[in-house]
């Protein structure tokens, strides 16, 4: 393993990518300390104290390394960019004119690249105003103002800073990806999980018994290990190509396989149940304290928060029925997005056109159903692999009655990241002649 590490910054090129990679990196943490101007510095650190005890806010700081709860420059993070790419990619089975762009090849996705651009500032532009009320109006912070100076050029100098905040990282981003190892997008969200792990332990180690915490990593392990090998798990259908002479050539006749992942749809099931859990929390957050306001409050948090009891210091504990539907909806997302990903008749009219069939299914309709059925078989053990590891902590927080900051979505991202970027890695190494992490 050693040599593996000396074997890659001994190779020039990708001993400057790396490095290149490690610089972002830097820019990226340094920008997530630095405050937004217009903010008061000692109640945004007295709020940040009370925060690191609960989980009101895990999935925003997720994306973030927790720069929305000290307010910084890059507050908003990449979940601008990631809902703006999904709702494009959900667009794109609507619009004609969308997928017929993404079919183009690079010009098209060029396209379809800059308009997810225009709509990620959008997004920052209505995130950041709404934050900025959120956060004067102590709906997210327990009555703590953190913008005394609530004028109009002080909230506008707030707003323009996040959203320029954005746009930068999406820019750094980009670069990685460009000049760096691996997607620089998920390897910025790669870093945001990583520079919470320490706190997030430490806040478990805090609130639990000798025998909790140890069960709480071992079971953090166990779930690194599970997600690895699913994540190579795949279904491979075999296509044959008929033979086709021309003139004194015979075309044709080989055979290859379409890989079907068992987790075809990745992270993205995770992230939406996740968000619309959180949701009645976020909305209790901005209901009147008195009548029927404080009704859906007390509803919510009997329901959803505090089945699990609050631990020893307080926070999020989520009850039995928040871990219910949000496996339920890990399950129908899951379904939903892969449908979205594959579609077997699109995949059946391709394989037509090449000359290729599946040995034994005849093509056109029985080709469509027979993909169509291996599809559904191999996403219910990944519907219900990803529920697992979703609700896996949940599950550990409500048994032992202690706050588990450590989400499944973060896992899973943390697992998935540092896989695609040692093949990438690999196939640099393997290209020298150099033996990689994989073999």
């Known amino acids: 393993m050693l040599s593996v590490f000396r074997n890659m910054f001994r190779i020039r090129d990708l001993r400057n990518k790396i490095l290149f990679t490690l610089f972002i990196f830097a820019i990226y943490r340094l920008g997530a300390a630095v405050p937004v101007p217009g903010v008061d510095l000692d109640r945004v650190q007295q709020y940040a104290d009370v925060a690191q005890q609960s989980g009101f806010l895990g999935i925003l700081n997720l994306f973030s390394g927790v720069a929305l709860e000290q307010l910084s420059v890059f507050s908003l993070g990449i979940m601008p960019y990631i809902t703006a790419s999904i709702i494009m990619q959900l667009l794109s089975v609507v619009i004609p004119k969308l997928q017929a762009l993404q079919d183009e090849g690079e010009t098209g996705r060029k396209v379809v690249t800059q308009w997810t651009r225009y709509l990620t500032v959008a997004l920052a532009l209505l995130q950041s105003t709404g934050f900025t009320f959120l956060f004067h109006s102590g709906a997210f912070t327990g009555n703590i103002d953190l913008i005394p100076d609530y004028t109009t050029r002080n909230v506008l100098l707030i707003v323009l800073t996040m959203t320029a905040g954005t746009a930068l990282i999406m820019w750094l981003g980009e670069l990685i990806t460009q000049r760096g190892v691996g997607n620089g997008m998920s390897l910025i969200i790669f870093v945001s999980i990583v520079s919470q792990l320490p706190s997030q332990f430490a806040i478990v180690q805090a609130n639990a018994t000798p025998f909790q915490f140890f069960f709480i990593v071992v079971l953090m392990l166990s779930l690194t290990i599970g997600i690895i090998f699913m994540d190579q798990g795949q279904r491979r259908i075999p296509i044959q190509f008929s033979r086709r002479v021309r003139g004194r050539r015979v075309l044709g006749g080989q055979s290859t396989y379409i ?181």
């Open 259 to 439: 890989p079907l992942k068992v987790n075809m749809a990745g992270v993205i099931p995770v992230i939406f149940a996740t968000s619309v859990m959180y949701f009645p929390v976020l909305l209790s957050s901005s209901l009147p304290s008195s009548g029927w306001g404080q009704a859906v409050r007390n509803w919510i948090d009997n329901n959803l928060l505090s089945g699990g009891g609050g631990g020893q210091g307080g926070g999020f504990s989520p009850s039995l029925g928040y871990i219910i539907i949000l496996a339920l909806l890990v399950v129908f997302f899951t379904y939903f997005y892969t449908a979205i990903q594959f579609d077997p008749e699109r995949q059946a009219e391709t394989i037509q056109r090449q000359g290729g069939f599946i040995p034994g299914i005849r093509p056109g309709r029985a080709t469509v159903q027979h993909l169509q059925h291996v599809l559904s078989r191999i996403t219910l053990p990944g519907s219900f692999y990803l529920a697992l590891v979703a609700v896996a902590p949940s599950i550990a927080g409500f048994v032992f009655g202690i706050p588990v900051g450590l989400s499944g979505v973060s896992i899973l991202i943390v697992a998935g990241v540092a896989l695609e970027t040692m093949k990438q890695i690999e196939s640099q190494l393997m290209m020298r002649n150099y033996e990689g992490f994989l073999r």
